[in-house]
């Protein structure tokens, strides 16, 4: 079995191999390593190896294990999974990014929630790039209300936008993302995140130019669940 830290190491050069491919810079493209189902010495394995992003899918689940790692003080957890809103509370209070905001319900919600914290929590909006195949993502067409609304909470930080593109996705989803993307930052610069990619297109991700991939299994081996 190869370790977390050469399955790291791998991840990493296959991005760099991508952007090399792309004329991109690897500085451009994070690494998020998702944890999700796996234990948290596997989490320490990847941290001593240097990894700092660290992202999750359930609630219950992540608030647990991050509760266990306070003592890797800058580790940094986002929050990916489908968002209810009775659990708004233990997202906002427990990590520094959500990437799964899709309706003004969960924002604002959010929002309340991190009020009286030292930094605002930065906040992606999933797109439903694939239309029907997936529920989670806002429509493009309901999109521009939902920057509005987020831009104007004090509590949230816009970082940018978030897709979870169909299986053997066409291009045009990835590129389509993009635009979208470039469109966002022309109207609010600071926004500096396109989170498209996981362990199986990350390359196609990165060849459209996403600036963060959230690699599981690539990582940490096949889930058992989930
Ligand atoms: C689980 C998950 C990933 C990681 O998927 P892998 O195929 O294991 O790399 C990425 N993004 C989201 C939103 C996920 O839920």
Not at 87 to 97: D, L
Request: aromatic share 6%.
């Amino acid at each position: 079995m190869t370790s977390i830290k050469d399955n790291i190491a791998s991840i990493e050069v296959q991005i760099s191999q991508a952007c090399k491919n792309a004329n991109r810079l690897t500085n451009e493209v994070i690494l998020l390593a998702v944890s999700k189902t796996k234990p948290i010495d596997l989490i320490e394995q990847a941290y001593l190896a240097g990894q700092r992003e660290f992202g999750e899918s359930y609630v219950q689940e992540s608030v647990e294990k991050i509760a266990k790692l306070t003592h890797l003080t800058d580790i940094c957890w986002h929050f990916i999974g489908p968002i209810q809103s009775n659990k708004t509370r233990q997202i906002a209070e427990n990590f520094s990014w959500v990437h799964s905001v899709d309706r003004i319900k969960i924002a604002k919600r959010l929002d309340g929630h991190r009020y009286g914290q030292d930094t605002p929590l930065s906040i992606c909006l999933q797109v439903n790039i694939s239309g029907e195949t997936s529920k989670s993502g806002v429509t493009i067409e309901q999109l521009p209300e939902l920057i509005n609304f987020v831009e104007n909470c004090e509590n949230l930080k816009l970082r940018g936008l978030m897709a979870i593109p169909e299986k053997n996705a066409p291009a045009q989803a990835f590129s389509q993302m993009y635009k979208l993307f470039l469109a966002l930052q022309e109207q609010h610069p600071d926004v500096d995140t396109l989170s498209m990619g996981m362990s199986a297109d990350l390359e196609a991700a990165i060849t459209a130019g996403s600036t963060m991939v959230r690699v599981g299994s690539a990582i940490f081996g096949q889930r058992e669940y989930k």
